[in-house]
């Protein structure tokens, strides 16, 4: 009997690129997309590895694929921007061995800062995308995905969302399937794209995109099944789950195959229904090709652009249903804040204390734009901070950056902050930089990079020095500070944002979680020492809180005995204990 397994969605990912006979995955994390790499390393089929950014991954698996293995590389959906340069154009140069990218969205802003729909990429790519509802699917569709990109010579995006990578369910496991190796011809009118080339596989891209339109309808994964015919749905990925939960008697065309979208099969669903509804979470992608056929289905003008769709959303604007949603509108919010013990915490409280603001950037340390620490001021996307601060300091001249500094974390100062500083010491800036170095990826959950020295399998290589990374760059300036040293930390902030010369300060503290990190004696406060000046209060630490009678008391549980609190108070009322 074939063995079942309840799996994540991304662990079924991982499963189907073992299951297809892929041989090359590169990634590089981000939320929800990171467990597809954590579990695909885990066989030893194939190299797994983590890149410094995604257009690095992309390139990666690209390689790969021209030299006739599968390869895969999986990203979230702000990372396929990063990734959008060679895959805008890979679409043109195809696949040897099957390319596949999982391109992971998060609809209801679980944990990114825009709500794209990676479908539009791949529609603007001209690449095919698959969207599985399930985690079967997600095992299923990832082969299918290498099928296809093979057959078609295109490479294909898997489009998952945070509610499909992180639940669970029940899978089929089958044996891998090993795929020779296609033979490498070297072909330069097919991996050369300069105009002659290109132009030729433009043509190329446009066939096939007509050809696989008009195979899908007949693609086992696009399904027409037809109940109670007055009410009909269009609908692929999770929403096809809330469909089958709140109208379980509706017919309904789930599509497996969301790009390019077969237009006979919809065509015909479209006439054998009374009332069409196209129900897809973000973008009207599938709807306004279908209004674009002439014909006649309700959408956006009922279900939002924004959010994630639910069961209920149906009930509601479907069937009309009021619902009781009091119980769970109920749930008290709670604000995401920076750990006990943090070492960004501690930064925050120098830079607050020096009223310097912060270009950020993206990880753990945006909560620094939070109360009550409010030093960041700007985020937009990885590496943005430190040409943010640049941008200003060439608007608004070298004394307005003299109270501001860039800040950005380890992982993504190598992603692609360090273009950013390049461009600094090119162009002659002031600024100061400061390197969050916490030793980690901590904001998606502890992945390696390449200077913690560990690669994704946990074995040991080569750590890039960042101190040396950025003096070869030509900083002058480079500093290693103690996060937890807030006495220096602001001895040398004052005079990097003093100085008319580029600066770095790497802000040197492991992550509290990591587990390497060895407990350290906890800390109390003496409520008979205690001068209820609220000191120890300004950096927000969770653990501590207030006494009915001012003084302050300390969590046991939530301490991790970092000190921040004890260096700040200055009548010794918070002491460790022994
Ligand atoms: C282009 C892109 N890729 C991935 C992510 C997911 N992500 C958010 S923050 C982050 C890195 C955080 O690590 P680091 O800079 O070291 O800061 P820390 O969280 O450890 O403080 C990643 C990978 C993203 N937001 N954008």
């Known amino acids: 009997m074939s063995e079942k397994k309840i799996m994540l969605g991304n662990e079924a990912i991982a499963r189907g690129a073992y299951e297809a006979g892929v041989k090359v995955s590169s990634a590089y994390p981000g ?20 890149a410094p950014n995604e257009k690095v991954a992309m390139e990666v698996a690209i390689g790969a694929s021209i030299s006739g293995v599968r390869a895969m590389a999986s990203m979230k959906m702000v990372g396929v921007n990063v990734a959008s340069d060679p895959l805008y154009t890979v679409s043109y140069i195809g696949a040897n061995g099957g390319l596949v990218l999982v391109a992971a969205d998060d609809p209801g802003l679980y944990s ?26 997600a095992k299923d569709f990832t082969k299918l995905a290498f099928e296809y990109s093979e ?3 295109t490479p294909v995006m898997i489009r998952t969302t945070t509610r499909l990578a992180h639940s669970q369910g029940p899978v089929t496991l089958e ?19 300069m105009p002659a080339n290109a132009k030729g596989r433009h043509v190329h891209v446009e066939n096939r995109l007509k050809q696989m339109a008009q195979d899908a309808c007949d693609f086992a994964i696009n399904k027409a099944v037809y109940k109670d015919t007055k009410i009909g749905f269009i609908t692929s990925g999770i929403p096809y789950t809330y469909v089958e939960e709140a109208m379980p008697n509706a017919s309904v065309l789930k599509l497996g195959l969301v790009h390019p979208l077969p237009r006979k099969l919809i065509e015909e669903f479209a006439s054998k229904v009374e009332k069409l509804y196209i129900f897809e979470e973000l973008e009207p992608l599938i709807e306004e090709q279908v209004k674009s056929w002439g014909i006649d289905c309700i959408g956006k ?6 959010g994630e769709y639910s069961a209920n959303m149906i009930r509601e604007r479907v069937l009309g249903e009021t619902l009781d949603l009091a119980a769970a509108a109920q749930v008290p919010a709670r604000p995401p804040i920076l750990c006990p013990g943090c070492p960004h915490r501690s930064t925050f409280s120098v830079l607050k204390k020096l009223g310097i603001h912060g270009a950020g950037d993206i990880g753990c340390y945006t909560l620094g734009a939070v109360a009550p620490l409010n030093v960041i001021d700007t985020t937009v996307c990885m590496g943005a901070s430190i040409s943010t601060l640049h941008g200003m300091e060439k608007a608004k001249g070298r004394d307005y950056v003299k109270n501001w500094v860039a800040l950005i974390g380890d992982s993504t100062f190598l992603h692609t902050g360090v273009n950013s500083l390049m461009n600094m010491v090119y162009n002659q800036a002031t600024g100061t930089v400061m390197i969050l170095d916490n030793s980690t990826t901590g904001m998606t959950g502890h992945q ?71 407990t350290k004696a906890k800390c109390a406060a003496i409520p008979e020492k205690c001068k209820k000046c609220g000191m120890c209060l300004v950096p927000g630490c969770p653990a501590i809180t207030k006494n009915e009678d001012g003084t302050v008391k300390i969590d046991d549980t939530m301490c991790n005995g970092c000190g921040l609190c004890m260096k700040r108070c200055k009548f010794d009322a918070i002491e460790r204990k022994s």
């Open 31 to 50: 939320t929800p997309s990171t467990e597809i790499s954590e579990n695909i390393v885990k066989y030893p089929e194939i190299y797994a590895e983590w």
């Open 112 to 137: 990114s800062q825009n709500e794209q729909d990676s479908r539009c990429v791949a529609r603007v790519a001209q690449v095919p995308v698959l969207e599985p509802s399930d985690s079967q699917e």
């Open 151 to 153: 057959k078609y010579d």
């Open 175 to 193: 044996p891998r399937q090993e795929v020779a190796d296609k033979p490498y011809e070297r072909n330069a009118a097919k991996h050369v794209m």
């Open 301 to 306: 003008e009922l279900f939002t652009l924004q």
């Open 448 to 518: 390696e990079h390449a200077a913690t020295g560990k690669m994704l399998n946990g074995k040991e290589t080569k750590a890039i020095s960042l101190y040396h990374l950025c003096k070869a760059i030509g900083v002058e300036h480079v500093y290693e500070v103690d996060a937890f040293d807030i006495d220096e930390l602001e001895t040398v902030v004052k005079r990097e944002v003093a100085r008319d010369e580029v600066s770095v300060i790497i802000v040197c503290a492991p992550c509290a979680l990591l587990k390497s990190q060895a």
